[in-house]
């Protein structure tokens, strides 16, 4: 298991090391100023001083790589003047994360509820309505319920404020209402990913063979669907429930640029489109480090939560 | 009512709802099984045993349509019974043992716990217990190492070491009823009589009656004390394994017996087939539903329905050739010869 572990520590960083240097040449091929147009030309000066800009760029690649593994992030160039790149990213995680959480809240149970019942009532009337709602939800873009929620809940009703509330620093009952609504338009898609998910697992287990024999042993329908057909049924559904962790920060980039939150995924808009470029691979980096780690984790839970894995296949795992 | 019935099924009528129509899966069954005895059910894939069964212990899917019949348990009529008020008697009183056991274990639970459920849902002591009788079990059905095993997944064991544990599970509440089917049909055939020998051994011991499903008229020999041959989702022949077995009467009867090879039967041999296949049970067929597959079809077989004709207080058989007006024809010649073979042999041995 060590092995295996370190195994796939060593091919995130190769695949870290890989992107970054996508990002980086991708970026630095983006045709634009970096300084900035219209700017003084002895701030220009200046600043293609203390960024190494006339360097040729294999040179500025060395540097940049350099400080890079020293965890040494570089500067936001344009977007936040002068300030570590680090500090920018950890000053936008909170709120994007309170966010993806509060998010994440609602999808899981309203998700796994959905699926439950669907399968349950599998071709019957309930189902074919939550299977239509599936299908809506999952193929309109969040960005699109985003739009729409706050065209008509904000604008046109005024039950909830157009953009997110920032005067306040804790989480009062003002910011919580605000957050209604980009909590609403982040959750539809997970919710119908997962009902997907569960509905069909739990369809399967329901007519497994188990379910027969704990039928048999005297359980009720009710008792042996929670005990043994949702119990399996979970195993799978873990391999789509943790990289919504990732999905929701990705999915955050659109969504919080409608409703004006300064989060993570406004920052990566803002960076690119300032060619602000240190902060952009930073920022990229950030997500894919993510993403690279919750499919790590999404290998080693299925060994902590299957057994058939987690003893049987200590050998088949590599 | 006979005290000595624990199980009594009458005219039971069934029938699946599919998209091509309704699939006559049952066509008025009568069976019953006394107190500590076994009761083969016997016929090809398709003929209805596994609904019977199925319908027996309520465990039938949801397309199934139930139009007529009876089915008594010590005299009470379980059809109407709810989930609930069913599954209390489920697993206390009718247990059983499926065709599977590689799939009918919970795979994410363990071994020692699947028993426990069984015994703690009906309330049958505390955990502690519980866990005392698992091992015990485990040990009664022949489980090595019963404490290690305990802590076990059920991909840990064989296919032979699961069906084990299927019928300890089975038998955790003690039940009175135990219905089988086709328990061996997925193992090899040394595990096959192990198992067979274990629930043998688990009935004599426990005093149970026991229903046995199965197409492996071997296994019928081995284990039952009467036998019924099914056909389309009919009995057509119902009596003791000697009447079966040697006193055959139902063409049906007569071409599954001639079809199995026995200990004397050489490479050279051929085996009977029956011609055809089962008829469509969306379908049914007018008269007997054997007749187009029967050599021994008279014109009556496709007109109207044999009743059943009485042979013996045992033995009973649904084909005109039992009428008194019917040709004599007699058991075929192949059929004769082995069974006097197998007299002469037990007469000897």
Not at chain 1, 187 to 193: E, P
Not at chain 2, 150 to 179: D, H, T, W
Request: proline share 6%; net charge neutral.
């Amino acid at each position: 298991m060590i092995k295996y572990i370190i195994k796939r520590v060593i091919a995130m960083l190769i695949t870290l090391f890989i992107i970054v240097s996508l990002c980086f040449l991708t970026i630095r091929m983006i045709p634009g100023d970096i300084v900035g147009q219209g700017a003084q030309p002895e701030i220009r000066e200046a600043m293609e001083e203390r960024y190494h800009l006339n360097d040729p760029l294999p040179e500025q690649y060395v540097t940049f790589l350099k400080n890079f593994f020293t965890l040494d992030f570089g500067e936001s160039i344009t977007t936040y003047p002068r300030s570590p790149v680090f500090n920018v990213i950890m000053d936008k995680i909170p709120l994007t994360l309170q966010l993806n959480l509060f998010s994440l809240v609602i999808t899981i149970p309203l998700g796994i509820l959905f699926g439950i019942i669907a399968a349950l009532k599998k071709n019957k009337p309930t189902d074919h309505a939550i299977s239509v709602m599936v299908v809506l939800c999952v193929s309109v873009p969040s960005f699109v319920f985003a739009a729409l929620l706050q065209y008509f809940f904000a604008f046109k009703l005024g039950w909830f404020p157009l953009l997110l509330e920032l005067e306040d620093k804790g989480l009062t009952l003002t910011k919580l209402w605000s957050m209604v609504l980009p909590v609403l338009a982040l959750s539809f898609g997970g919710i119908a990913t997962i009902t997907r998910y569960m509905r069909a697992e739990l369809f399967e287990a329901l007519n497994s063979e188990y379910m027969l024999l704990s039928r048999a042993k005297g359980l009720t329908r009710m008792q042996s669907t929670v005990r043994h057909a949702i119990r399996n049924s979970f195993i799978p559904l873990c391999n789509i429930i943790i990289p919504m962790f990732m999905n929701l920060l990705g999915g955050s980039m659109v969504v919080e640029n409608i409703f004006g939150i300064p989060g993570i995924g406004r920052l990566t808009v803002m960076s690119i489109s300032n060619s602000d470029y240190f902060l952009t691979v930073a920022v990229l980096f950030f997500y894919s480090i993510i993403s690279l780690l919750s499919v790590l984790i999404v290998d080693l839970s299925y060994g902590i939560i299957d057994p058939r894995i987690r003893i049987g296949g200590g050998k088949t795992v590599e | 009512m006979d005290e000595n019935r624990i199980l009594e099924v009458k005219n039971l009528n069934l029938h699946f709802k599919t998209y091509s129509g309704n699939v006559q899966a049952i066509r008025g069954v009568d069976f019953h099984l006394n107190r500590g005895e076994t009761l083969a059910i016997v016929g090809e894939s398709g003929s209805g045993k596994s609904v019977t069964i199925k319908a027996v212990t309520k465990l039938l899917p949801d397309n199934a349509v139930i139009d007529s019949g009876e089915i008594l348990y010590e005299g009470q009529d379980i059809l109407p019974m709810d989930d609930k008020k069913f599954s209390h008697l489920r697993g206390n009183d009718i247990s059983l043992i499926f065709q599977d056991p590689l799939s009918s274990l919970d795979p994410v639970m363990k071994i020692g716990k699947q028993i426990m459920e069984a015994i703690l849902i009906k309330k049958q002591g505390t955990k502690r217990e519980a866990a005392a009788k698992a091992l015990e079990l485990m040990r009664a059905v022949g489980i090595p190492e019963p404490e290690k095993r305990f802590n076990e997944y059920p991909f840990q064991f064989s296919g032979g070491m699961r069906q084990r544990i299927v019928i300890a599970i089975a038998l955790a509440c003690n039940p009175k009823l135990l219905i089988c089917d086709e328990p061996t049909t997925a193992l090899d055939v040394t595990i096959q009589s192990q198992i067979l020998d274990l629930i043998k051994d688990m009935q004599r011991e426990r005093d149970l009656s026991v229903i046995f499903i199965t197409h492996d008229l071997g296994v019928v020999a081995n284990v039952a004390d009467r036998v019924c041959v099914m056909y389309a989702g009919k009995i057509v022949e119902v009596g003791t394994v000697e009447d079966i077995f040697y006193d055959p009467r139902h063409p049906y009867t007569w071409s599954l017996l001639a079809s199995m090879p026995s200990l004397n039967t050489s490479s050279e041999d051929k085996l009977m087939v029956i011609p055809g296949s089962q008829p469509n049970m969306l379908v049914p067929p007018k008269g007997d539903a054997f007749a187009a597959r029967n050599r021994y079809a008279m014109k009556i077989d496709f007109e109207r329905e044999p009743p059943m004709f009485r042979i013996s207080d045992t033995h009973y058989a649904a084909t005109w050739l039992e009428h008194p007006d019917a040709p004599k024809i007699g058991i075929p010649a192949l059929l004769r010869h082995r069974i006097d073979e197998q007299l002469r042999e037990e007469a000897t041995s």
